[in-house]
């Protein structure tokens, strides 16, 4: 940590000394601070303007920092110690970027227009904030089944498959896992009260298992939980022992890379742009409605027609 910056306020300047900070000082420095915040927030100005008797903490180049432009910085409650230590740490910080600011105001293309730069980026943030607002407000984003199934005949072509995909029930259990032939037995069985039992036992003793019939998973990240080497076809059904685990698998159903890709598995991406497109009729439907009020008002006035 530098040497804590002390503040000589004398009658006719203010200056700016490095030496260590005595209690006399820092006690002097609080009180100014208080006041200062004080009158701060007392007036709020709607531009800022020059404080009297202001502080310069620090200066780069032609660049001053003031004390005034720390308001806010030292919490309320803080002690003396605390508050030099975070109006130092804060001129370390406001050096240094300024410093690189500079540095990089020098390296700035002659043919850069850096203020048309900053009013285009403000338009965008500005239009963007209201962009949000319209969709917030007045944007229907509730997607009925039939219009995901309507979206998907039409544009299904659009989606195949770029690696193979399966929906199965898996489950990988540790050979030490207790009961495993009342687990094979729920394996085998139809009853929906079994399977609820054999979940409730996947749930407690399997290192791995999936049992939601209806989810597609990429084939690659099933094979990473069996044995090297299994097969994996439509209605495959096995029980093996590999290892130190028992592996119970079924393999519902099968689709192979560059297959249309079915709903369920791109239900999320098809969700998003069927909003997309809503949003995109939305904002133009907005800008429409404010052509024609405006037009009418005579506040849009075109000289090339």
């Known amino acids: 940590m530098p040497d804590a910056i002390a503040f000589a306020l004398s009658g006719q300047s203010t200056r700016i000394v490095k030496e260590p900070i005595t209690k006399k000082t820092m006690f002097r ?27 310069e903490l620090a200066k780069v ?102 690696t193979s995909i399966l929906r199965c029930l898996l489950i990988k259990v540790p050979k030490s896992a207790p009961n495993i032939a009342q687990m094979r037995a729920w394996w085998k069985s139809d009853d929906e009260t079994d399977f609820q039992k054999m979940k409730e036992y996947a749930i407690q003793y399997a290192s791995f298992y999936t049992l939601e019939d209806s989810i597609w998973y990429q084939i690659n990240d099933i094979k990473a939980q069996l044995p090297k080497g299994t097969l994996l076809t439509t209605n495959q059904n096995l029980t093996q022992t590999v290892g130190d685990f028992h592996y119970f698998l079924k393999i519902l159903e099968r689709k192979s890379q560059k297959e249309i890709a079915p709903l369920a598995y791109i239900q999320e991406q098809a969700q998003k742009v069927i ?31």
């Open 29 to 55: 420095f609080i009180i100014y601070t208080i006041l200062l915040f004080t009158c701060w927030i007392s007036c709020t100005p709607a531009e800022k303007e020059p404080v009297e008797n202001d502080v």
């Open 61 to 162: 180049f032609n660049k001053t920092l003031f004390l005034s432009e720390l308001e806010g910085m030292v919490p309320v409650g803080a002690s003396a110690e605390d508050s030099i230590k975070i109006i130092n740490s804060e001129v370390e910080r406001w050096v240094r970027e300024s410093l690189i600011m500079q540095e990089a105001e020098k390296k700035i293309p002659q043919d850069l227009n850096i203020d048309e730069l900053v009013r285009d980026y403000r338009s965008s943030l500005i239009r963007h904030n209201y962009e949000q607002f319209l969709v917030e407000t007045q944007l229907d984003s509730i997607i009925s089944q039939q219009e995901l199934n309507n979206y998907y005949e039409k544009n299904k072509e659009q989606y195949q498959l770029q």
């Open 275 to 305: 909003l997309h497109k809503r949003k995109m009729v939305l904002l133009d439907k907005r800008k429409e409605e404010l052509y024609d009020r405006e037009t009418s008002k005579n506040n849009v006035k075109i000289f090339t027609q």
